[in-house]
């Protein structure tokens, strides 16, 4: 599942053993699952640092006709939504 | 030092939360009790006051929070399930702070520090559930003010907040006062029982509408 591949990356490169997970509803039947954690964080514009992430996250998020975005930037955490409209 | 004072009647908690702030060095657990009016007669007082929701006494949550403020503290409201409509009303009757009881303790103390220096600290807990006040008679918030709860529920650092949304830290706080103080101003004071027994009915605290029968006529008392 999507949600956990993003928080196995908390775990592995955030540096921090926190991590908030949200999921709701977005009221015409679509589900959003956040996943933010306040550690490291990368660099969007380089490529090396992401790219495991996006490619994880993102493919399994794609494979049910889902959307990401990721949310990152040195010293600032980084923030995973994941959204999916029927 | 600061002097914090306990409500709840969880023994356990009250004992674990007791070691815990005595590892802190500068919070002091300086009284406990199980209810509002014991520790509303309690000779010493600490002005900062950590609120179980959900007291075993059954006290109403919006009218406990209404008496410690009106008796001139302030008052950080923990609870283990979050009641969405219950963690709205108490912030309505002046509430400081929410927190889980799950919350890590460094979260907690970061949260009494701030109220201690004159702050309202929206913790995330906290901007989850008012960024999700569906009740009809909620403040109302601007979208930019909802966004920013949104985002601060979902855990989102202040800093990468401002940075996604081109302002400053400090606007980002500023924002969350906005909602905060509207909240606090939403001028519906709750003073007596009969008052109470009011807002309950226009919130409809605790109760969701039933769905309709199959044959698609309404409830009659709806």
């Given at each position: 599942?999507a949600?956990?591949?993003a928080?196995?990356?908390?775990?592995?490169?955030?540096?921090t053993?926190?991590a908030?997970?949200?999921?709701y509803?977005?009221g015409?039947?679509?589900?959003?699952?956040?996943?933010v954690?306040r550690?490291h964080g990368f660099?969007l514009r380089a490529?090396?640092?992401?790219?495991?992430l996006?490619?994880s996250?993102?493919?399994?998020?794609?494979?049910?006709?889902?959307?990401?975005?990721?949310?990152?930037?040195?010293g600032?955490g980084?923030s995973?939504?994941?959204?999916?409209t029927? | 030092?600061?002097?914090?004072?306990?409500?709840d009647?969880?023994?356990?908690?009250l004992?674990?939360?007791?070691?815990?702030?005595?590892?802190?060095?500068d919070i002091?657990?300086a009284?406990?009790?199980?209810s509002?009016?014991?520790?509303?007669?309690?000779?010493?007082?600490?002005?900062?006051?950590i609120?179980d929701?959900?007291?075993g006494?059954?006290?109403?949550?919006?009218?406990?929070?209404a008496q410690?403020?009106?008796?001139?503290l302030?008052v950080?409201?923990?609870?283990?399930?979050?009641?969405?409509a219950y963690?709205?009303?108490?912030t309505?009757?002046?509430?400081a702070?929410?927190v889980?009881?799950?919350n890590?303790l460094?979260t907690?103390?970061?949260?009494?520090?701030?109220?201690?220096?004159g702050?309202?600290?929206?913790?995330p807990e906290?901007a989850f559930?008012?960024?999700?006040d569906?009740?009809?008679r909620?403040?109302?918030?601007s979208p930019?003010?909802?966004e920013i709860?949104?985002?601060v529920g979902?855990?989102?650092?202040?800093k990468a907040i401002?940075r996604q949304?081109?302002i400053?830290?400090s606007t980002?706080?500023?924002?969350l006062?906005?909602?905060?103080?509207?909240?606090?101003?939403?001028?519906?004071?709750?003073?007596?029982?009969?008052?109470y027994?009011e807002?309950?009915?226009e919130?409809?605290l605790?109760?969701?509408?039933?769905p309709?029968?199959?044959?698609g006529?309404?409830?009659?008392?709806?």
């Amino acid at each position: 599942m999507a949600a956990r591949e993003a928080l196995n990356n908390v775990v592995k490169h955030a540096g921090t053993d926190e991590a908030w997970l949200s999921a709701y509803g977005d009221g015409a039947g679509g589900v959003i699952v956040t996943v933010v954690d306040r550690g490291h964080g990368f660099d969007l514009r380089a490529k090396s640092d992401g790219l495991g992430l996006m490619r994880s996250v993102r493919h399994r998020v794609l494979e049910v006709g889902g959307e990401v975005r990721i949310d990152s930037a040195p010293g600032e955490g980084t923030s995973i939504e994941m959204s999916w409209t029927p | 030092m600061i002097e914090i004072g306990v409500i709840d009647d969880d023994q356990m908690l009250l004992q674990g939360m007791a070691a815990w702030i005595g590892s802190t060095g500068d919070i002091r657990l300086a009284a406990t009790a199980a209810s509002v009016e014991e520790y509303l007669g309690a000779a010493h007082i600490p002005k900062i006051v950590i609120l179980d929701l959900n007291l075993g006494n059954y006290t109403d949550p919006v009218r406990n929070v209404a008496q410690l403020v009106g008796s001139g503290l302030q008052v950080i409201v923990a609870s283990v399930i979050p009641d969405r409509a219950y963690i709205a009303a108490t912030t309505e009757a002046g509430a400081a702070a929410y927190v889980t009881k799950n919350n890590n303790l460094d979260t907690l103390a970061d949260v009494i520090r701030a109220i201690h220096d004159g702050k309202t600290p929206t913790t995330p807990e906290h901007a989850f559930w008012l960024g999700r006040d569906d009740r009809p008679r909620r403040p109302k918030l601007s979208p930019r003010e909802r966004e920013i709860l949104v985002a601060v529920g979902n855990g989102t650092p202040h800093k990468a907040i401002a940075r996604q949304l081109g302002i400053t830290m400090s606007t980002v706080q500023t924002h969350l006062e906005r909602v905060r103080y509207k909240y606090a101003s939403v001028g519906r004071p709750i003073d007596h029982a009969a008052h109470y027994s009011e807002r309950v009915r226009e919130d409809n605290l605790g109760r969701e509408r039933l769905p309709d029968p199959p044959n698609g006529n309404p409830h009659p008392h709806q």
